[in-house]
């Protein structure tokens, strides 16, 4: 991105620094992000924008995906990448070789539909990677939740068909991408609070509107669009959460992954533009996701 854009390289230096300043970042596992495979893309994305993408980059400069997303040399490779964490991660959760996993990748994803990309996002990561669980584990049921402060319009677009996949987001409202559409057989649940939701407005909003559905629907393995943008510090919206919230969030699902999934869980990073904010967030939900 652009000098001053706040989709940039910073965020992930300040999770790092974060992670080190805690104490806990010798104690995860790391792994390199592989390339996702061209057809792994095409699992959730368009033959023809997924061609798109990968031929856009530019020698030098910047190409314009939409006014706010861009392109420069390196993009569509980190692009792949980001979608390779969650496959990887799909593939060490279900094996059983790491508990579970976060992806501390950029760029985000969930804004990508199957033919568009937006809102700083180019490949659906988190969408890649469920799209793998059900086609290599031939898992019958899987769920995403979206705690981003944006609605995740593409990952609903890409599965909104699909009875195999459902879909949870919580998201300010009206606020870009101005998207959610209705409950649809109780798989595509879009919560929309105001600005000014507080933390504990929030989590009685999931409690009421996210778990009671969840448990219907009794998903194999879980995804976490983990976006932390709705953090009070965060001036990219107007929603009031907290570390404590994001605490509180991950260990629902990890409460439902015990019951249902065999405690698979893949979380991929979304938003977060608040370094430190952003920073002390993701700690906390890694500690959570370590049960520390």
């Given at each position: 991105?652009?000098?001053?854009?706040?989709?940039?390289?910073?965020?992930?230096?300040?999770?790092?620094?974060q992670l080190l300043a805690d104490g806990i970042f010798d104690f995860l596992r790391h792994y390199d992000a592989p390339a996702a495979t061209n057809w792994q893309l095409r699992r959730v994305h368009q033959r023809k924008y997924v061609k798109k993408i990968l031929s856009s980059s530019p020698k030098e400069g910047l190409v314009h995906i939409d006014p706010d997303t861009y392109m420069n040399p390196h993009t569509a490779r980190a692009a792949v990448r980001a979608a390779g964490s969650a496959v990887l991660a799909t593939n060490l959760v279900v094996s059983g070789k790491v508990d579970n996993a976060f992806c501390c990748v950029r760029p985000p994803g969930h804004h990508a539909t199957q033919d568009e990309g937006m809102g700083f996002c180019f490949f659906n990561n988190v969408a890649v990677g469920a799209a793998h669980a059900l086609a290599k584990y031939r898992l019958e049921r899987v769920a995403i939740v979206d705690f981003?402060?944006?609605?995740?319009?593409?990952?609903?677009?890409?599965?909104?068909?699909?009875?195999?996949?459902?879909?949870?987001?919580a998201y300010q409202?009206?606020?870009?991408?101005?998207?959610?559409?209705?409950?649809?057989?109780?798989?595509?649940?879009n919560v929309e609070l105001k600005p000014g939701t507080t933390g504990a407005e929030f989590r009685e909003a999931l409690t009421r509107q996210w778990f009671p559905q969840l448990r219907n629907f009794q998903p194999q393995m879980i995804f976490i669009s983990a976006g932390f943008d709705a953090h009070i510090e965060d001036d990219m919206a107007e929603l009031q959460l907290s570390e404590?919230?994001?605490?509180?969030?991950?260990?629902?699902?990890?409460?439902?992954?015990?019951?249902?999934?065999?405690?698979?869980?893949?979380s991929v990073l979304e938003g977060g533009y608040a370094l430190h904010a952003l920073?002390?967030?993701?700690?906390a939900h890694v500690r959570a996701l370590m049960r520390l």
């Open positions: 991105m652009i000098e001053g854009h706040p989709e940039c390289p910073d965020r992930i230096d300040a999770i790092r620094d981003d402060v944006h609605h995740g319009n593409g990952t609903e677009d890409i599965f909104e068909n699909d009875a195999r996949v459902m879909v949870c987001s409202h009206p606020f870009y991408p101005y998207s959610g559409r209705p409950t649809v057989d109780g798989r595509l649940i404590r919230d994001y605490v509180w969030v991950t260990q629902q699902m990890m409460a439902l992954a015990e019951e249902y999934a065999k405690n698979r869980i893949v920073g002390r967030s993701v700690a």
